[in-house]
């Protein structure tokens, strides 16, 4: 008798602990920055590239967009085309100053506006509506040739498909190295 109590208790416990809650978080996303690392270039050995990280969380996990989501509101000219909204900015005389990011067009034969912002894709299938928490990681160009600071931070927020706005971050101040 003892033994089938004991084995009734255990299967009881063994239940009970697998039956775990999701997490639950906020239909808005919540990130926090979790660093930046510079890349080195294995070739030329030198460092033009850094990997920003920036942890997410959200309560329906309807983070992300697929390519052909291009019409209104993610249309390419609207507000919401990019879903990770990336702010650089330069150490100046001593105060951080946002700065527009300039490229060369070769067709235009002049430089354009750029941007750091993205399009995270879907971080999980668009039917499922869970929470979901993990880390996402962009690759971006650090160095502004056309700039003589050394110094850069980035603002970060991230949009949702249902246009949830997340909390602003900000990274670390980052020194770039020069050669």
Known sequence: MTKVVLISGLLLFLLLASCRKLEEYPVEPEI????????QDVETGTIEKGLLQIGYRDGDGDIGLDQGDTLFPYHRSGEYYYNLIIRYFERQNGRMVEVPLLSWNPVLQ??????????????????????????????????NPLSQFDTIQFKIKLIDRALNISNEVESDLIIIPRP
């Open 32 to 39: 926090t920055y979790e660093g930046f690392v510079f890349l």
């Open 110 to 143: 002049q430089f354009d506006t750029s941007t750091f912002s993205a399009r995270v894709p879907p971080l999980i299938s668009k039917d499922q509506h869970r929470p979901i928490k993990g880390i996402i990681e962009d690759e971006l160009f650090v160095v």
